[in-house]
């Protein structure tokens, strides 16, 4: 089964796309649209590209385990893209996601600029290996 994960930011997006059989997953896309309508609708065409069964959206807490104001607009979010496209949406603790990206870009040598772009959607990637490995233990904490 394909899941689709979706890193939120106010400018960039990260999209990542894996298979809960494998447990592998990988960087898609970034998308370039603030937060509002135009992204609701650019996730859903990506959606519709991609065909997955379910959706994980990045779930920023406070190191402490709380939720805060950018928690709320992700679950504000990934509750909108529940009822825009059908399909289950859970929620992915990010806390340090984007750090692993960059020590993932990192170690891959791209330049500072590949990096921005690209390391929203290595985060997305994070948080679904997360959020796969996670399920695979039984952990049930976010969804």
């Known amino acids: ?61 406070n190191m402490d385990g709380t939720e805060g104001d950018r928690a709320k607009l992700c679950r504000d979010f990934g509750n909108e893209l529940q009822q825009a496209t059908g399909l289950p949406v859970h929620f992915q603790d990010e806390r340090l996601s984007s750090d692993e990206a960059n020590r993932r870009m990192a170690r891959s040598g791209r330049t500072h600029i590949a990096k921005k772009r690209l390391r929203d959607a290595l985060a997305a990637c994070v948080v679904l290996e997360d959020f796969l490995e996670s399920r695979d233990a039984g952990d049930s904490r976010l969804r």
């Open 1 to 61: 089964m394909l899941i689709m994960s979706i890193d939120l930011g106010d400018k960039r997006t990260g999209v990542a796309i894996g298979d809960e059989g494998t447990g592998t997953a990988m960087p898609v896309e970034v998308l370039e649209i603030p937060r509002g309508p135009a992204l609701l609708q650019a996730v859903r065409e990506a959606v519709g590209v991609h065909g997955p069964a379910e959706l994980v959206v990045g779930l920023p807490l």
